[in-house]
Protein backbone atom coordinates (compact mmCIF):
# COMPACT_ATOMS: atom_id res chain seq x y z
CA UNK A 1 0.00 0.00 0.00
CA UNK A 2 2.86 2.99 1.07
CA UNK A 3 4.36 1.61 -2.72
CA UNK A 4 1.31 2.57 -4.18
CA UNK A 5 0.83 6.12 -2.28
CA UNK A 6 3.84 6.85 -3.51
CA UNK A 7 3.49 5.89 -6.96
CA UNK A 8 0.14 8.13 -6.42
CA UNK A 9 2.48 11.22 -5.29
CA UNK A 10 4.57 10.73 -8.15
CA UNK A 11 1.82 10.65 -10.69
CA UNK A 12 0.07 14.10 -9.14
CA UNK A 13 3.02 16.17 -9.47
CA UNK A 14 4.04 14.85 -12.96
CA UNK A 15 0.51 15.12 -13.62
CA UNK A 16 0.45 18.82 -12.52
CA UNK A 17 3.37 19.35 -14.75
CA UNK A 18 1.32 18.44 -17.77
CA UNK A 19 1.52 14.92 -18.69
CA UNK A 20 -1.97 13.70 -19.71
CA UNK A 21 -0.55 10.00 -19.19
CA UNK A 22 -0.12 10.44 -15.83
CA UNK A 23 -3.03 12.10 -15.03
CA UNK A 24 -5.00 9.23 -17.00
CA UNK A 25 -3.25 6.63 -14.70
CA UNK A 26 -5.00 8.38 -11.80
CA UNK A 27 -8.22 8.04 -13.66
CA UNK A 28 -7.95 4.51 -13.71
CA UNK A 29 -7.04 3.76 -10.19
CA UNK A 30 -9.58 5.90 -8.76
CA UNK A 31 -12.32 6.23 -11.03
CA UNK A 32 -13.88 3.07 -9.75
CA UNK A 33 -13.73 4.13 -5.56
CA UNK A 34 -15.51 7.10 -7.14
CA UNK A 35 -17.94 6.24 -9.05
CA UNK A 36 -19.05 3.89 -6.65
CA UNK A 37 -19.17 6.49 -3.62
CA UNK A 38 -21.51 9.09 -5.97
CA UNK A 39 -24.07 6.06 -6.80
CA UNK A 40 -24.35 5.58 -3.04
CA UNK A 41 -24.55 9.36 -2.58
CA UNK A 42 -27.08 10.23 -5.76
CA UNK A 43 -28.77 6.60 -6.47
CA UNK A 44 -28.86 6.97 -9.81
CA UNK A 45 -25.99 5.13 -12.37
CA UNK A 46 -26.31 7.63 -14.88
CA UNK A 47 -25.74 10.99 -12.73
CA UNK A 48 -22.73 9.04 -11.14
CA UNK A 49 -21.08 8.80 -14.40
CA UNK A 50 -21.78 11.84 -15.48
CA UNK A 51 -20.75 13.33 -11.59
CA UNK A 52 -17.65 10.60 -12.62
CA UNK A 53 -16.82 12.87 -15.25
CA UNK A 54 -17.38 16.22 -14.13
CA UNK A 55 -15.09 15.37 -10.76
CA UNK A 56 -12.22 13.86 -12.89
CA UNK A 57 -12.37 17.29 -15.28
CA UNK A 58 -12.14 19.73 -11.71
CA UNK A 59 -9.58 17.48 -10.66
CA UNK A 60 -7.32 17.61 -13.84
CA UNK A 61 -8.54 21.55 -14.07
CA UNK A 62 -7.70 22.63 -10.53
CA UNK A 63 -4.04 19.78 -9.95
CA UNK A 64 -1.96 22.48 -9.48
CA UNK A 65 -4.04 24.43 -6.63
CA UNK A 66 -3.61 20.77 -4.29
CA UNK A 67 -1.33 22.11 -1.60
CA UNK A 68 -0.04 18.51 -0.61
CA UNK A 69 0.28 15.89 -3.28
CA UNK A 70 -0.27 12.80 -0.56
CA UNK A 71 -3.60 14.53 0.07
CA UNK A 72 -4.55 13.58 -3.70
CA UNK A 73 -7.79 10.65 -2.35
CA UNK A 74 -8.92 12.94 0.19
CA UNK A 75 -8.92 16.20 -1.93
CA UNK A 76 -10.41 14.23 -5.06
CA UNK A 77 -13.61 12.82 -2.73
CA UNK A 78 -14.09 16.51 -1.43
CA UNK A 79 -14.46 17.30 -5.11
CA UNK A 80 -16.88 14.85 -5.51
CA UNK A 81 -18.46 15.27 -2.75
CA UNK A 82 -19.14 19.20 -3.41
CA UNK A 83 -20.16 17.82 -7.07
CA UNK A 84 -22.81 15.62 -5.59
CA UNK A 85 -24.47 17.13 -3.40
CA UNK A 86 -24.53 20.52 -6.31
CA UNK A 87 -26.74 17.93 -8.00
CA UNK A 88 -29.04 16.68 -4.58
CA UNK A 89 -29.43 21.03 -4.32
CA UNK A 90 -30.51 21.55 -8.09
CA UNK A 91 -32.39 18.59 -8.46
CA UNK A 92 -34.06 18.80 -5.02
CA UNK A 93 -33.76 22.12 -3.62
CA UNK A 94 -36.03 21.85 -0.34
CA UNK A 95 -34.34 19.30 1.24
CA UNK A 96 -31.11 18.01 2.14
CA UNK A 97 -31.68 14.25 2.34
CA UNK A 98 -31.57 12.08 0.20
CA UNK A 99 -35.37 10.31 -1.62
CA UNK A 100 -34.46 7.35 -3.32
CA UNK A 101 -35.64 4.65 -2.61
CA UNK A 102 -33.67 1.47 -2.77
CA UNK A 103 -35.75 -2.03 -3.82
CA UNK A 104 -36.99 -3.64 -0.74
CA UNK A 105 -35.76 -7.34 0.57
CA UNK A 106 -37.13 -9.16 3.41
CA UNK A 107 -34.77 -9.66 5.68
CA UNK A 108 -34.62 -13.01 7.06
CA UNK A 109 -31.78 -15.52 8.10
CA UNK A 110 -30.01 -17.24 5.70
CA UNK A 111 -30.37 -14.51 3.09
CA UNK A 112 -28.75 -14.87 -0.29
CA UNK A 113 -26.23 -12.45 -0.99
CA UNK A 114 -28.33 -10.11 -3.69
CA UNK A 115 -30.92 -10.00 -0.92
CA UNK A 116 -28.24 -9.38 1.72
CA UNK A 117 -27.08 -6.59 -0.73
CA UNK A 118 -30.76 -5.23 -1.45
CA UNK A 119 -31.31 -4.99 2.09
CA UNK A 120 -28.59 -2.97 3.33
CA UNK A 121 -29.36 -0.71 0.30
CA UNK A 122 -33.07 0.04 1.76
CA UNK A 123 -31.27 0.42 5.16
CA UNK A 124 -29.00 3.11 3.66
CA UNK A 125 -32.21 4.59 2.60
CA UNK A 126 -33.22 5.53 5.95
CA UNK A 127 -30.33 7.10 7.08
CA UNK A 128 -30.08 11.06 6.36
CA UNK A 129 -27.84 12.12 3.37
CA UNK A 130 -24.77 12.85 6.27
CA UNK A 131 -25.21 9.77 7.98
CA UNK A 132 -24.73 7.43 4.75
CA UNK A 133 -22.43 9.72 3.12
CA UNK A 134 -20.24 8.75 6.57
CA UNK A 135 -20.91 5.48 6.32
CA UNK A 136 -20.17 5.49 2.28
CA UNK A 137 -16.45 7.50 3.22
CA UNK A 138 -15.65 4.64 6.15
CA UNK A 139 -16.97 1.48 5.53
CA UNK A 140 -17.18 1.02 1.59
CA UNK A 141 -14.42 3.68 0.94
CA UNK A 142 -12.39 2.78 3.98
CA UNK A 143 -11.29 6.44 4.93
CA UNK A 144 -9.78 6.97 8.47
CA UNK A 145 -11.90 9.82 10.60
CA UNK A 146 -8.89 12.39 10.06
CA UNK A 147 -9.56 12.18 5.68
CA UNK A 148 -13.26 11.86 6.08
CA UNK A 149 -13.22 14.85 8.35
CA UNK A 150 -11.33 16.39 5.58
CA UNK A 151 -13.19 15.38 3.00
CA UNK A 152 -16.59 17.02 4.50
CA UNK A 153 -14.96 19.63 6.20
CA UNK A 154 -16.52 19.36 9.87
CA UNK A 155 -15.01 18.34 12.82
CA UNK A 156 -14.04 14.87 13.67
CA UNK A 157 -16.01 14.55 16.42
CA UNK A 158 -19.04 15.38 14.04
CA UNK A 159 -17.70 12.62 11.41
CA UNK A 160 -17.99 9.97 14.53
CA UNK A 161 -21.12 10.98 15.82
CA UNK A 162 -22.66 11.14 12.39
CA UNK A 163 -21.14 7.59 11.70
CA UNK A 164 -22.27 5.88 14.99
CA UNK A 165 -25.99 7.22 14.92
CA UNK A 166 -26.05 5.75 11.23
CA UNK A 167 -24.28 2.49 12.89
CA UNK A 168 -27.44 2.30 14.96
CA UNK A 169 -30.10 2.92 12.78
CA UNK A 170 -28.58 0.60 10.43
CA UNK A 171 -27.76 -2.44 13.31
CA UNK A 172 -31.71 -2.47 13.68
CA UNK A 173 -32.27 -2.00 10.48
CA UNK A 174 -30.69 -5.66 9.63
CA UNK A 175 -31.05 -6.91 12.83
CA UNK A 176 -32.64 -10.89 11.46
CA UNK A 177 -36.57 -10.69 11.95
CA UNK A 178 -38.05 -13.10 14.40
CA UNK A 179 -40.58 -15.35 13.12
Do not use: C
Request: a negative charge; proline letters at 4%; charged letters at 30%.
Amino acid sequence: MIFREVEDRDLVIKAAEGSVDAFNLLVSRHEKRVFNYLLRIVGQREDALDLTQDVFLKAYQNLTKLGDVERFSPWLFRIAHNEAFSLLRRNRPDTAELLFEPPTADLRDGMFPVEMSLAVERALGRLTAEQREAVVLKIFQGFKFEEMAEILDVPLSTIKSRLYAALDVLKGALAPVKG
